[in-house]
């Protein structure tokens, strides 16, 4: 079984801030993936960022990154120079990489970004 | 459009009604993903067909819920004997492991089914 903790419901950012968004996983499975999604208030859940589990370098796409620690199973989301529109939920998600798996998400984090 | 399309929007039924949702993926995607997000909750897995097939119908609260993918494109979400705890927001994803980084998947903007 897959598990993903979030454990802040909320967060707070000023704008062209940083913010690390947390997320750690428990898995038992040696191949996997880290996914990031955001949902704005519209609903739709946006794909951000994937780091593989036998990536050796974080991830990054644009002012996303993603901050993999293996032996601390955690997967931070590191969101650079905030922007008022990242105002969103943000999840955290994995799936192994194995026959037919499903994605598992955390609770999420709500970030806001204040002028 | 080219996205993932999911009618309706907005369902508001009483309490012992029938009700389909309905999900319409990417063209080509092979993989389809139910999942039900209940208010400031994570989605959670309810069930994923591979082709025309449910391979994995673990998610599905219980026998109430029962969803379809008969030509492996359009899926429909049935729920019988709806009960106010029902109540959430259906989201329907697609992808293709042959696609994109990993094969992550497409979400729709769901429907929101609300029980009264």
């Known amino acids: 079984a897959q598990k993903i903790t979030q454990t802040q419901p909320g967060m707070f950012v000023q704008e062209k801030e940083a913010v690390t968004l947390d997320c750690t996983y428990d898995?038992?499975?040696?191949?996997?993936?880290l996914f990031w999604y955001k949902q704005p208030s519209s609903g739709e859940m946006i794909f951000l960022i994937y780091?593989?589990?036998?990536?050796?370098q974080n991830a990054t796409e644009g002012r996303y990154s993603l901050n993999f620690q293996k032996a601390r199973k955690s997967a931070n989301l590191v969101i650079s120079a905030s922007q008022l529109g990242d105002s969103a939920m943000y999840f955290c998600?994995?799936?192994?990489?194995?026959?037919?798996?499903?994605?598992?998400f955390g609770k999420g984090t709500m970030l806001l970004v204040s002028p | 459009g080219a996205g993932v399309s999911q009618t309706p929007s907005n369902k508001v039924t009483e309490k012992g009604k029938y009700v389909e949702l309905r999900c319409d993926p990417i063209?080509?995607?092979?993989?389809l993903y139910w999942y039900r997000q209940s208010l400031g909750q994570g989605p959670e897995f309810l069930i994923y067909?591979?082709?025309?097939?449910?391979?994995?119908d673990s998610g599905l609260p219980n026998d109430r819920f029962f969803a379809v993918r008969p030509e492996g494109s359009v899926s429909t979400l049935k729920i019988q004997r709806t009960e106010r705890g029902d109540s959430a927001v259906y989201l329907c994803?697609?992808?293709?492991?042959?696609?994109?980084?990993?094969?992550?998947?497409?979400f729709g903007e769901g429907s929101r089914l609300t029980v009264l």
């Open positions: 994803a697609s992808g293709d492991r042959g696609r994109g980084v990993a094969g992550e998947l497409f």
């Open positions: 898995t038992s499975d040696q191949s996997y993936g």
């Open positions: 780091q593989g589990s036998y990536d050796e």
């Open positions: 998600a994995m799936r192994a990489n194995s026959g037919y798996s499903t994605l598992t």
């Open positions: 063209s080509g995607h092979t993989a």
């Open positions: 067909f591979q082709g025309t097939g449910a391979a994995d």
